[in-house]
């Protein structure tokens, strides 16, 4: 039976080491919402309200946020695997230690963002804005990143391919000597030869 929690009131609760699978949260109120310890799968978040929300190592897996309020969210040491963001309002929010592998983020904004460490493997951020963002440390191997902005990025230590250094705009973004290289290698270029 899927609960249905549509609409509801859930603001400024605490839950720890809750489960949820297939509930259903649209247009719930659910700011300043704290968890610990949850898991949320095939949940369904559309329009809901989690602003200022706190979340500490909740599992979210293939769950739907359609245009969710995560503006004011922390998440820290959580999953995001596999969940779905569209048109979403973000910023400013905190996220970190949290795997994002897999996340459908098409056209998300996090314009000077800090994103540094995380795990972004395989993750849908096409058209999104990245400028001026920190993304040191982060894993974007296998991200498909067709039309996403990088302009003025930190880089640096971050793990991509090809795809990455092909398919997005880099203008003024700053990459260690390893990414250098790996961009110049990705345009045909042959380095020290």
């Known amino acids: 039976m899927t609960e249905d929690f549509r609409d509801a009131d859930l603001s400024h ?7 949820f699978e297939h509930a259903v949260f649209v247009e719930a109120d659910l700011r300043g919402l704290v968890t610990k310890g ?11 309200d989690l602003g200022e929300s706190k979340h500490t190592t909740t599992a979210f897996r293939s769950c739907t946020f359609e245009r969710a309020n995560l503006t004011h969210t922390e998440f820290i040491g959580c999953s995001l695997l596999g969940s779905n963001f569209h048109q979403c309002r973000f910023r400013p929010w905190t996220i970190k230690e949290t795997d994002l592998t897999l996340a459908s983020l098409v056209g ?20 999104a ?36 250094l092909r398919q997005g705009t880099l203008a003024g973004a700053r990459v260690d000597i390893d990414t250098a290289i790996a ?5 045909g270029l042959r380095v020290g030869e």
Do not use: I
Request: proline letters at 0%; one cysteine or more.
């Open 13 to 19: 609760q605490s839950w720890e080491g809750r489960r």
């Open 108 to 127: 998300a904004n996090f314009r000077k963002s800090t994103l540094t460490g995380l795990r972004f493997r395989e993750a849908n951020l096409s058209g």
């Open 38 to 48: 949850c898991t949320f799968d095939h949940c369904d978040f559309s329009r809901a």
């Open 129 to 164: 804005d990245l400028r001026e963002t920190d993304l040191t440390g982060a894993d974007l191997r296998g991200a498909r990143v067709l039309q996403a902005q990088f302009d003025g990025a930190d880089l640096r230590g971050t793990q991509l391919d090809a795809n990455v």
């Open 183 to 187: 961009f110049a290698a990705a345009y």
